[in-house]
């Protein structure tokens, strides 16, 4: 365990390691249970700046760590794209291999880094660079360097989320790194609170107008606020009782406002938001029920059933499916019931809190996500996964001739299986 370890206080779903008689996925799950699996195999390939699949080379640690190096020298070059090429490689660093004592090293250099691409950069480099100030605070995990990292980084962070002139892809991406740094930071009640209130000056203003008309926004504006509201319902998870009461007189009546929204990926960040309110509340409350429930659930419920044809049939099937989960939240009282698969573990998510910080991490380290469940020391406490297991068993990957030859094969039978079932059709037929 690093030096300088505290105490880090998350709740979080029950990680259990899978029983080594585990039945098989139809056996062992209920059938309106979810499963997650992620896999990530990205790594530095030695011929150019980028993390990819390499079968047949192996890239030593010391390898790893040189090229990272060049990196981060390269984001002190003159062109913008080598810049950007630079912190692509060291973003894909950050996602694919857990190195906190290499960053903690370098700790300062790396803030450097991020504050010269977000304040001085433009469009791609300031998101890019955003990204990666989130990922030196998921790498840091609950070290005292992610306080001083989430410090460091806060007031250039927030000038861009606030600054109107700003691109909205930008303020965007920094609202979604502000939100995660101040979350894993812990940095105390008074600067979630002051982050909260930023986040709520942004996304109010999809709220509705004071003649109660939905205001006309633009896309990418409506982008932004839905992840301005993820970042303040991720925060929302780490308040204690006394504020979420003290919410719930100002914000929850404002909230369903927001499922009215036009926007498909707003009016779900508002559904799951009120889901996570409602299970806090009730958590201090158990006969909480907020105001006006029923006008509540009677929209929640014309959601999950929304067959309006001019919305987009991709849109409709995520609504119904978000929001049959949401509404059955808010309404029954159910609680969720989500697996991921981590190879010999499982994760359980059964609540609304917890799945909303497992999105956060989901969405900051994409493919990185099962490798940091398995090694980083913050997800495994968050997830309460227990230490991290030493794999006895490395994975030995065929090569892609072997993997052509099995495709082939699986190929061939699966037609003849094919084949005999048209037979037997036609026999009927006949």
């Not at 009546?253 to 927001?258: G, S, V």
């Not at 996500?369 to 297991?389: S, T, Y």
């Amino acid at each position: 365990m690093p030096k300088g370890k505290r105490k880090h206080k998350f709740g979080g779903p029950l990680g259990r390691k899978q029983d080594p008689n585990f039945a098989s996925e139809e056996e062992s799950l209920a059938d309106n249970s979810s499963v997650i699996s992620n896999l990530s195999d990205l790594r530095l390939d030695s011929d150019e700046d980028t993390l990819v699949e390499n079968e047949d080379e192996v890239i030593t640690f010391d390898d790893f760590e040189d090229k990272l190096k060049e990196a981060i020298e390269g984001t002190l070059q003159k062109s913008a794209k080598a810049r950007i090429s630079s912190l692509e490689v060291i973003k894909k660093s950050l996602t694919s291999k857990y190195i906190c004592d290499f960053i903690l090293d370098r700790q300062i250099t790396l803030c450097d880094v991020v504050e010269r691409a977000v304040r001085r950069g433009k469009g791609e480099e300031q998101i890019i660079g955003a990204v990666v100030g989130a990922l030196l605070c998921t790498q840091l995990g609950s070290l005292e360097g992610s306080e001083e990292t989430f410090l460091a980084l806060q007031p250039i962070l927030m000038a861009m989320l606030l600054d109107a002139s700003v691109s909205p892809a930008v303020r965007a991406q920094c609202a979604s790194s502000l939100g995660l740094c101040c979350f894993i930071s812990c940095i105390g009640t008074e600067m979630i609170q002051s982050t909260m209130d930023s986040l709520y000056s942004v996304f109010s203003g999809s709220l509705l107008k004071g003649n109660g008309v939905v205001p006309t926004i633009k896309p990418e504006i409506s982008s932004l606020h839905a992840t301005a509201l993820q970042g303040w319902s991720l925060l929302l998870t780490v308040l204690s009782p006394p504020y979420i009461t003290a919410l719930t007189g100002t914000h929850l009546r404002k909230l369903p406002q927001l499922l009215e929204s036009p926007d498909v990926d707003l009016r779900i960040a508002a559904g799951e938001t009120l889901a996570v309110f409602y299970e806090l509340a009730r958590q201090d409350r158990e006969d909480f029920e907020g105001f006006d429930i029923d006008d509540l659930c009677d929209k929640l419920r014309l959601l999950a059933t929304d067959s309006q044809k001019f919305r987009a049939k991709k849109d409709r099937r995520q609504q119904r499916s978000s929001f049959r989960d949401i509404l059955r939240a808010i309404e029954d009282r159910e609680t969720l019931d989500v697996h991921v698969k981590l190879g010999e573990e499982i994760l359980y998510i059964d609540n609304w809190c917890h799945k909303r910080q497992y999105d956060a991490f989901c969405q900051i380290l994409g493919s990185g996500m099962n490798l940091h469940l398995k090694q980083n020391d913050l997800l495994r406490e968050i997830f309460q996964l227990g230490a991290p297991i030493l794999d006895d068993k490395p994975l030995v990957k065929n090569s892609k001739l072997q993997r052509h030859s099995l495709h082939l094969a699986a190929d061939k039978e699966r037609k003849r299986f094919l084949s005999k079932m048209r037979d037997k059709r036609a026999d009927v037929i006949c």
